[in-house]
């Protein structure tokens, strides 16, 4: 089968910066798989998701997104670890938001907002207003917005790292049980390793200076994971090792 994406040779530097944050980037996500990114700050790990979709030009290398057109779906989404809300749009229009310039008519787009609201279980909050939100409703609500466009692949940068221990537990299962349900390919960024662990079918960690791939890890546990298990502690000390 032929990756969603695939990178070869990327380097970033930022412009008059000297030497490259990363560089001779190569990876690969598969249609429907779930690959999480770590490493220590300063490797560039949210740059890199973004040099991946051409959000951030790459210094050298390139990257490339082979999806088919879809009328009525974005080739990627992004989840955001601040949610990046719009403070001035109800719930319903933030997670409607995306679906502007598809090729929808009214009752379409209405059935998509509501369909991924109810995936992200935030139906009861429709009407509230980004600031009545908290942290763990807000993520949902960025996560309802980034399903409605029916991405092929889901890009997610630290999304949980600003909420309680419970709330990111939780939302990791939620995450999940949605992935499972809808299957887009996920390249997840975190600085957490049990839950690069936890969630991904492959982890892949950068490290040095510049940053390259100094370990890609598949994770062959089946799902669902136990958090404590011995396996996947043996996975964290493997991932913990390349660091």
């Not at 299957?183 to 390793?193: E, G, K, M, N, S």
């Not at 994770?219 to 390349?242: F, H, N, S």
């Amino acid at each position: 089968m032929a990756p969603l994406l695939s990178t070869q040779g990327l380097a970033y530097a930022y412009p008059g910066g000297g030497q490259a944050v990363f560089e001779n980037i190569a990876l690969t996500v598969q249609p429907g798989e779930f690959v999480a990114i770590v490493g220590q700050s300063g490797v560039g790990k949210s740059t890199l998701l973004r040099c991946v979709v051409g959000l951030t030009a790459a210094t050298s290398g390139k990257a490339q997104l082979q999806v088919p057109d879809t009328a009525g779906g974005r080739p990627y989404a992004f989840v955001f670890q601040d949610t990046r809300l719009l403070p001035w749009r109800r719930v319903q229009a933030n997670v409607a938001y995306g679906l502007q310039g598809l090729t929808l008519d009214s009752q379409a787009a209405q059935a998509r907002v509501q369909d991924a609201m109810a995936l992200a279980m935030v139906s009861e909050l429709a009407e509230r207003w980004p600031f009545q939100l908290s942290g763990g409703q807000a993520q949902r609500v960025g996560l309802a917005r980034a399903l409605a466009v029916h991405p092929q692949l889901l890009l997610m940068d630290e999304p949980f790292s600003a909420v309680d221990a419970l709330t990111r537990q939780t939302l990791q299962d939620e995450l999940l049980a949605i992935w499972q349900r809808t299957r887009p390919a996920v390249l997840f960024v975190t600085h957490d390793i049990e839950e690069a662990a936890y969630l991904a079918d492959r982890v892949i960690v950068l490290s040095g200076r510049p940053a390259r791939v100094v370990l890609d890890k598949t994770i062959a546990q089946a799902r669902p994971r136990e958090r404590e298990g011995a396996a996947l502690r043996d996975d964290v000390r493997a991932i913990e090792a390349a660091l």
